[in-house]
C-alpha cells in the first residue's frame, strides 16, 4: 500500500457534484492497493497514518498526531499511486489490485482507521470519479509505502 498524507486545513471528496466527505483540520489521506497488499499493510500503515507526528506543538514544532490535535481523517482510494512511468508516456497501472482485492482492504482500512481514532473517518465512494478539493497545511506531504516500511 503507498499513501500520500497532506496535512490539511479544510479538504473534501465530491461526487457528481454532491459532498461525499469532508473534514476540518486533519489529513487528507490517497490511498493506493497493490495486488500484494495484505491485512498487514493495513494494520502498519494505519497505525502510521494515525501516529505521524506532523502537527505543531505550542513551541511551533512537529510533534503531535492527528488524534492528539483533534483532527479527522479524508481517507480516499487512488489507484493511480501506483502508476508506473518507466516505459512510455501512457502510465501503467499493472501494479494496482483489482477490485476483488482492493475492495475488501480499503474497507478493511475504514474499519482500522475508524477503530484507531475512535470516531468514525470521512471517505470517498471507493472507484467513483471523484473531485477532491484541499487547503494544504504548511504544505505538508508525506509519502509512505508499507512494502519498505518507509
Same mark, same amino acid.
Given at each position: 500500500?503507498?499513501?500520500?498524507?497532506? &496535512?490539511?486545513? %479544510? @479538504?473534501?471528496?465530491?461526487? !457528481?457534484?454532491?459532498?461525499?466527505? $469532508?473534514?476540518? &483540520?486533519?489529513? =487528507?489521506?490517497? #490511498?493506493?492497493? %497493490?495486488? @500484494?497488499?495484505?491485512?498487514?499493510?493495513?494494520?502498519?500503515?494505519? /497505525?502510521?497514518?494515525?501516529?505521524? &507526528?506532523?502537527?505543531? +506543538?505550542? +513551541?511551533?514544532?512537529? /510533534?503531535? $498526531?492527528?488524534? %492528539? *490535535?483533534?483532527?479527522?481523517? =479524508? #481517507?480516499? $482510494?487512488?489507484?493511480?499511486?501506483? @502508476?508506473?512511468?518507466?516505459?512510455? /508516456? &501512457?502510465?501503467?497501472?499493472?501494479?494496482?489490485?483489482?477490485?476483488?482485492?482492493?475492495?475488501? =482492504?480499503? !474497507?478493511?482500512?475504514?474499519?482500522?482507521?475508524?477503530?484507531?481514532?475512535? %470516531?468514525?473517518?470521512?471517505?470517498?465512494?471507493?472507484?467513483?470519479?471523484?473531485? *477532491?478539493? =484541499?487547503?494544504?497545511?504548511?504544505?505538508?506531504?508525506?509519502?509512505?509505502? $508499507?512494502? /519498505?516500511?518507509?
Amino acid at each position: 500500500m503507498k499513501v500520500v498524507i497532506q &496535512r490539511v486545513n %479544510e @479538504a473534501s471528496v465530491s461526487i !457528481e457534484g454532491k459532498v461525499a466527505g $469532508s473534514i476540518q &483540520r486533519g489529513l =487528507l489521506v490517497l #490511498l493506493g492497493i %497493490e495486488t @500484494a497488499d495484505t491485512q498487514e499493510d493495513v494494520i502498519w500503515l494505519s /497505525n502510521k497514518i494515525i501516529n505521524m &507526528r506532523i502537527f505543531d +506543538d505550542a +513551541d511551533g514544532v512537529m /510533534n503531535l $498526531s492527528v488524534k %492528539e *490535535v483533534g483532527g479527522n481523517i =479524508l #481517507l480516499v $482510494s487512488q489507484f493511480t499511486l501506483h @502508476a508506473s512511468t518507466k516505459k512510455g /508516456n &501512457r502510465p501503467s497501472y499493472i501494479a494496482a489490485a483489482k477490485h476483488d482485492i482492493s475492495v475488501p =482492504l480499503y !474497507e478493511a482500512m475504514i474499519k482500522q482507521l475508524n477503530v484507531e481514532m475512535g %470516531e468514525v473517518i470521512q471517505t470517498g465512494q471507493f472507484g467513483a470519479d471523484m473531485k *477532491v478539493a =484541499l487547503i494544504n497545511n504548511g504544505p505538508v506531504t508525506i509519502i509512505v509505502d $508499507s512494502k /519498505n516500511k518507509e
